[in-house]
């Protein structure tokens, strides 16, 4: 079961594509908070919310517990410019050095390069996001 860490934006249709490709990113969490960390920025899991939709999607797919629905929190929403800040940190430390994530490093790059298009957009859109993941 391969997981893929995405883009949430609030709301029905923000107007403009948000799909991602966040299967390296995920591959990858681990190093990549440990050099968001000696960045000293905020890892990009820590934008992680679940909300009942994803939610479902996971039980779906065998991933999840049924009971968490009872007891699941209301989604956490967070401002673009803060991932976006994130992605670019991690961006540039990684065009300096994509070695650091041995043979995905280029890929964990391109993926960046998704993440920071779409949270530019929303930061123009003024809306909020947060992130997802899904197992498939």
Do not use: C
Not at 26 to 41: T, Y
Not at 115 to 125: D, G, H, I, N, Q
Request: hydrophobic letters at 45%; glycine letters at 8%; proline letters at 5%.
């Amino acid at each position: 079961m391969a997981a893929s860490m995405y883009i949430v934006v609030e709301g029905e249709d923000p107007g403009y594509d948000i799909f991602v490709n966040g299967r390296s990113l995920a591959r990858n969490e681990d190093a990549l908070e440990r050099l968001a960390l000696r960045l000293g920025v905020r890892p990009l899991i820590e934008f992680f919310s679940a909300d009942e939709n994803s939610m479902s999607l996971l039980i779906e797919e065998g991933a999840g517990n049924p009971d968490l629905m009872k007891r699941l929190p209301p989604p956490q929403w967070y401002a673009a410019g803060d991932g976006l800040a994130t992605v670019e940190a991690l961006l540039e430390a990684l065009r300096e050095e994509p070695q650091q994530l041995g043979t995905e490093g280029a890929q964990v790059v391109e993926e960046l390069d998704e993440y920071a298009r779409v949270l530019r957009k929303t930061e123009l859109a003024g809306l909020r996001w947060h992130l997802a993941v899904s197992w498939r």
